[in-house]
């Protein structure tokens, strides 16, 4: 066999090997933005939902002399437990949880959406008050428990809230109610509907751990249930499958082993 031909032979074994694994890196990079992270040392365990609506007293209209003069708030107060992850904790821990990049993908017919930190008033989780809304994102620092008020979650694992309102859908405006019963009934008794509430929201999870950020993108249609029949309505949501944590600066190639 003359050299030329052992060379060609050489090159295409080489251009093969290459391609071998230029395929082989390729499926990986594909498999991992598709499933993301399989073996994050803390795991987003549970996400609930509680929907319901109440009525705060309208500040814009003073000269209004009904006994009730209120205007309609469509909340949502959503909880995320993050818990260990077996093995795969040992010696980690929790730096942080953030929410961030919070958008609405499809709006209300009637009132305006915003995001709502916890609040510091003891009795309350959740208040009325424009210092408490989100501009950027709501932080909780990694800590030895969970707190809402201080805005820690514990960083062997816990949990971190955040509430989003579809604000002022709506007023109210009554002389013959004797009491107000705050919840989702309100909504019909101003004649609005459930359909024109309807809205989507979407944002980041950033769960970071040992300097690491793990972001997952969340959708959600809010309200949940029919509240405007029956009041309030909750949803756990357990199955993780759509929601997909993957290193925020999507370094892959550090991942494998050659």
């Known amino acids: ?16 090997v290459l391609s071998i694994i230029i395929g082989i890196v390729f499926i990986i990079v594909l498999q991992y ?30 000269e209004e002399t009904a006994k009730w003069n209120l205007k309609i708030n ?4 959503i909880y995320f437990f993050i818990d260990e992850n077996g093995e795969y904790a040992k010696n980690k ?9 919070i958008q609405v993908t499809k709006s209300p017919a009637k009132g305006k959406v915003k995001a709502i930190m916890p609040s510091r008033t003891e009795g309350r989780t959740f208040t009325e008050d424009e210092s408490y809304i989100i501009e950027d994102k709501l932080e909780y620092v990694g800590g030895k428990a ?12 816990g949990s971190a809230a955040i509430r989003i309102s579809n604000t002022d859908i709506a007023k109210l405006v009554s002389d013959t109610d004797e009491e107000i019963v ?25 769960i970071k751990i040992d300097k690491i950020n793990y972001k ?14 029956d009041g309030k309505a909750s949803y756990e949501i357990t199955d993780m499958k759509d ?16």
Not at 35 to 57: C, D, F, R
Not at 74 to 77: E, G, K, T
Not at 93 to 101: E, Q, R
Not at 146 to 157: F, Q
Request: charged fraction near 25%; proline fraction near 2%; aromatic fraction near 6%.
């Open 1 to 16: 066999m003359n050299t030329n031909m052992k060379d060609k032979i050489k090159m295409s074994i080489a251009i093969a």
């Open 33 to 62: 933005q598709i499933e993301g992270e399989k073996n994050m040392p803390y795991k987003l365990s549970k996400i609930t939902v509680i929907s319901t609506a109440e009525g705060v007293q309208n500040q814009e209209n003073t």
């Open 74 to 77: 469509q909340n949502n107060d």
């Open 93 to 101: 821990i929790i730096d942080s949880v953030t929410i961030k990049n």
């Open 146 to 157: 969970s707190n809402l008020k201080t805005l820690e979650i514990g960083n062997k694992g």
């Open 182 to 206: 705050h919840d989702g009934k309100l909504i019909t008794k101003t004649g609005a509907t459930l359909e024109e509430i309807k809205f989507r929201v979407s944002f980041n999870l950033v």
């Open 216 to 229: 997952a993108r969340i959708d959600l249609d809010l309200p949940y249930g029919d509240i405007c029949t």
């Open 243 to 258: 929601i997909v944590f993957k290193r925020e600066n999507n370094n892959i190639f550090k991942q494998i082993s050659w």
